[in-house]
């Protein structure tokens, strides 16, 4: 009754070809970005925003650059985390030793990331499937190897260095949680725009025809290999600066085990609940994992006095794996595939005939 | 009338094996600008071999191809021979499943489109224009087969004829110089097969493409194409206008077997 197309005529491709065509989700999306920018910085503590909001923005920009490769072009990675890894101690080299300034260090830590991603993506020009992803995974093992060994690097066996103290254009003191915050979600924000407008034109096109039948694409005139490369180069540079921002706005240190694969298996869980192939699945399943722990452990808090410590710490994990399993049942295709079923029940209520 | 024109593409004397199998043997045909040609033939008579070998899907053993008065190296990958302007449709559909037919259409302009990644990312000015331009061309096209109520429609809901119909659209979104369809109307029934074949028709005498297909409705073959070539186990048995296919001999021989005595 509320949400519908009617009397909403398109005149011109421009609006046709439009990110929101339908006005009621145009002001949704504004009405989350007035959320984002206005009330969560001003309503919201201070523990919310470093634990919760500005992971969920950063593995959101990661799980974008995977889904990217994965979701869009097809392209299996389950080694992504080294490339947050990379972007991360790129990006705290670049301000701290060579004293960049520290946005162009952070989108440095991602070009340097997307060089490494480029290379590692070679082989995907040859093998494909779960070959491609054995692979990756080879390049997780080799990244974490590199980064502890080389120590002018990463500082050490420990792989481990800390964040320096962070000015924005020299002068601006990046101290507070909010001040942070608002870095991360500008870049955030500038970011996945720009990713949008890539999925949905011409190269995102041809990543998605080269997911769906490969030789088709090249037939029509894809060029296999430099759009394959490209998807690595894109999704290797989200994956980079998220690592960066993680470390810079998050963590406040680049750790290598901030990193481990276990990230990678997570990242690639995201974007599977969240929904491959799509910007909005990227948020959800970034949001899923990053909050629902988070949740389920409030909630199982409150049982703290009648369960021990360690029982609960394993109905935890059960209970997560039990939701992805359970959402997955619900809608293999992920949840952003089910807000697009809500929508279209939406369309038609109250009256559905 | 065509003999005296220079062929658009011609193939002399290729051979391909597989294996110990040798799906063509010495075959050399000619397409003409602005023919209809069809290849006809028994089952596995090398039809679909051709015409990969024809788009560089495969590479041939010996003989060589000529687009336009020009050898083409064997090296060359396939979608640069789509850039010489060589589209084709698959026998079994190779459509873009995750993409809507509009994706699927637009997808054939993607050799036309320049946009760099930078200008695509911030979606301004060139990019927005030209995705524009080429949206529109996409349209005349679904005008054209009349599918413009299965626009935004994922292709891999659509049923059979109507993806048979946006392959062609595909093909047909790329204005190639040269058109080879492979079973455009296979497992259809007769009216989506007359649909076809009057779209067929259609790019042909209206917008002048130059096509080459594949097909088992000898009908529709007879209608429909000005001249035919005949494979049968990897050689070429006989070349013609349809009239002359019919009382040929051979091909009579190939297609019904041989009375004993």
Not at chain 2, 3 to 28: C, M, Q, T, W, Y
Request: some cysteine.
């Amino acid at each position: 009754m509320f949400y519908r197309e009617c009397s909403n005529f398109k005149d011109s491709y421009a609006s046709d070809m439009a990110i929101f065509p339908i006005p009621l989700d145009r002001w949704g999306f504004i009405f989350m970005l007035f959320m984002a920018f206005v009330v969560v910085p001003l309503f919201t503590s201070e523990y919310f925003i470093t634990n919760i909001i500005i992971p969920f923005y950063c593995f959101a920009l990661a799980a974008f650059g995977l889904n990217v490769l994965a979701g869009y072009a097809g392209q299996i990675s389950i080694g992504h985390a080294a490339f947050m890894a990379v972007g991360a101690y790129a990006s705290f080299n670049l301000y701290g030793r060579l004293g960049l300034p520290l946005v162009p260090s952070i989108l440095g830590g991602g070009l340097i990331s997307a060089a490494v991603g480029t290379i590692f993506g070679l082989p995907s020009l040859r093998i494909k499937g779960f070959y491609l992803a054995i692979s990756t995974l080879a390049s997780q093992f080799i990244i974490e190897w590199v980064i502890v060994h080389w120590k002018w690097v990463s500082g050490g066996v420990f792989g481990t260095i800390e964040a320096p103290k962070m000015f924005l254009f020299g002068f601006i003191p990046l101290d507070t949680a909010v001040k942070k915050y608002y870095l991360t979600l500008c870049l955030m924000t500038v970011l996945m725009t720009f990713g949008k407008n890539l999925v949905r034109g011409q190269l995102g096109r041809n990543w998605m025809a080269i997911r769906d039948v490969d030789f088709a694409a090249e037939i029509i005139g894809v060029n296999l290999y430099r759009d394959k490369l490209i998807a690595f180069a894109v999704s290797t540079f989200y994956a980079g600066v998220a690592g960066a921002l993680i470390c810079f706005t998050y963590v406040g240190a680049a750790n290598i085990e901030e990193f481990n694969v276990m990230v990678s298996f997570a990242m690639m869980g995201m974007i599977i609940v969240g929904g491959l192939g799509t910007v909005l699945g990227s948020f959800l399943g970034a949001g899923f994992f990053v909050m629902l722990p988070i949740g389920i452990n409030q909630f199982l808090g409150s049982f703290m006095d009648v369960v021990p410590a360690d029982i609960l710490a394993n109905i935890e994990s059960i209970l997560f794996g039990g939701l992805i399993v359970f959402f997955l049942i619900v809608e293999p295709y992920g949840m952003a595939r089910l807000w697009h079923t809500i929508k279209d029940k939406m369309r038609l209520w109250p009256f559905p005939y | 009338m065509n003999e005296k024109k220079e062929p658009l593409l011609r193939a002399e004397n290729i051979h391909i094996s597989f294996g110990g199998l040798k799906a063509l043997n010495d075959v050399s045909l000619e397409i003409y600008p602005g023919e209809i040609m069809a290849i006809i033939g028994p089952n596995g008579a090398g039809k679909t071999t051709m015409l990969n070998i024809i788009n560089g899907f495969y590479k041939q053993d010996e003989g060589r191809i000529i687009f336009e008065g020009k050898k083409r190296s064997k090296k060359m990958k396939p979608n640069r021979i789509a850039a010489q302007g060589i589209a084709r449709t698959f026998q079994n559909l190779a459509l873009f499943r995750g993409m809507s037919a509009l994706g699927n259409i637009m997808m054939g302009r993607t050799m036309k489109m320049h946009a760099n990644i930078f200008s695509q990312a911030l979606y301004w000015r060139f990019s927005q224009k030209e995705e524009i331009e080429h949206r529109k061309a996409v349209e005349h096209i679904i005008d054209f087969l009349q599918i413009q109520n299965i626009r935004r429609t994922p292709a891999s809901t659509l049923p059979y004829g109507l993806q048979k119909r946006v392959e062609l659209g595909r093909a047909l979104a790329a204005e190639p110089k040269l058109l080879l369809l492979d079973e455009p109307m296979a497992g259809m029934n007769l009216e989506e097969k007359e649909d076809i074949a009057r779209y067929v028709l259609d790019a042909n005498e209206e917008l002048g493409y130059t096509i080459a297909l594949i097909e088992h409705d000898m009908g529709v073959v007879m209608d429909i194409c000005d001249r035919i070539v005949v494979l049968d186990f990897g050689n070429k048995i006989a070349e013609g206008t349809p009239e002359e296919i019919k009382s040929n001999q051979k091909v009579i021989k190939a297609y019904l077997g041989e009375a004993e005595n």
